[in-house]
């Protein structure tokens, strides 16, 4: 595979799912960057190479020559936590970053969750800094690969930052209440996704929070402008009532705890 010296290497795993591949597609069409997405299962229709997070001679050898990684595949919690999760979500992570260290990847951007601090009641202003209160061992695991990048960032210079990503629902429209308050749309991702990559190198670590520009929003992400050039465009709450216009009736699921029935 020849490298184009004129563009930025990045690399995307997970990019099957939802979030994986609008970020694929995303950041192929602007045209910045040559994109190596990846997946568990290759499919050379949509130009994804196969890799197995846990094979740590994949990852060196598909991170060579990489400058951002975005990790974004996941194994979600109610498959075998003890058997799957932590084989993939940690030990795939550690291999990840072990992979950008030996090969001298510049920055990982790790797809966080809310859910790492899901145990903050509604209402309750929480700010990036705060503590971590993850609502289930799936919050539990994000806070944990946050952390490997604070490693990693501290000991040996990789820029780490995590966006906890909100409601993303794949179809780019909220589907309830509660979404409306986390939800980010798809070009606001991909807008994200490249203001993180392109983000000043003094970023050695970050975490935000990753929604659109929400009049209901759990999170005040207004200073991201500032910090990286976010700025989102879309806002639930106003599609939310172009719904109720057209007689569309919206789903009311406001829970106690930000991170949801818990």
């Not at 929604?211 to 700025?231: C, F, H, P, V, W």
Request: net charge negative.
């Amino acid at each position: 595979m020849e490298r184009d010296a004129e563009r930025k290497r990045i690399l995307i795993t997970g990019a099957a799912g939802k979030i994986g591949s609008c970020l694929a597609a995303g950041l192929r069409e602007t045209g910045k960057y040559e994109v190596i997405a990846t997946d568990l299962i290759g499919d050379e229709t949509k130009k994804i190479l196969p890799l197995d997070v846990t094979n740590s001679d994949q990852m060196l050898k598909l991170t060579k020559g990489v400058h951002t990684i975005l990790h974004i595949g996941w194994a979600k919690d109610e498959e075998d936590f003890l058997g799957k999760v932590l084989p993939i979500n940690v030990t795939g992570a550690y291999y990840l970053y072990e992979a950008a260290r030996c090969n001298g990847v510049k920055r990982v951007i790790f797809s966080s969750s809310n859910h790492a601090t899901g145990f903050y009641k509604v209402g309750e202003e929480v700010d990036v800094n705060d503590p971590y209160r993850p609502d289930s061992f799936y919050g539990l695991s994000k806070c944990y690969i946050e952390l490997l990048g604070r490693l990693y960032s501290d000991k040996h210079g990789i820029s780490s930052i995590n966006i906890r990503i909100g409601n993303f629902p794949g179809d780019n429209k909220p589907h309830s209440e509660r979404a409306a308050h986390i939800w980010i749309s798809e070009r606001d991702l991909v807008q994200l996704a490249d203001k993180c990559i392109e983000a000043p190198e003094i970023h050695k670590f970050l975490s935000l929070y990753g929604t659109s520009a929400n009049t209901d929003n759990y999170y005040d992400i207004r200073y991201l402008k500032q910090l990286i050039g976010y700025e989102p465009q879309d806002d639930a709450a106003e599609l939310m009532e172009q719904f109720e216009r057209q007689g569309q009736q919206v789903r009311q699921d406001e829970t106690e705890y930000q991170g949801g029935n818990i």
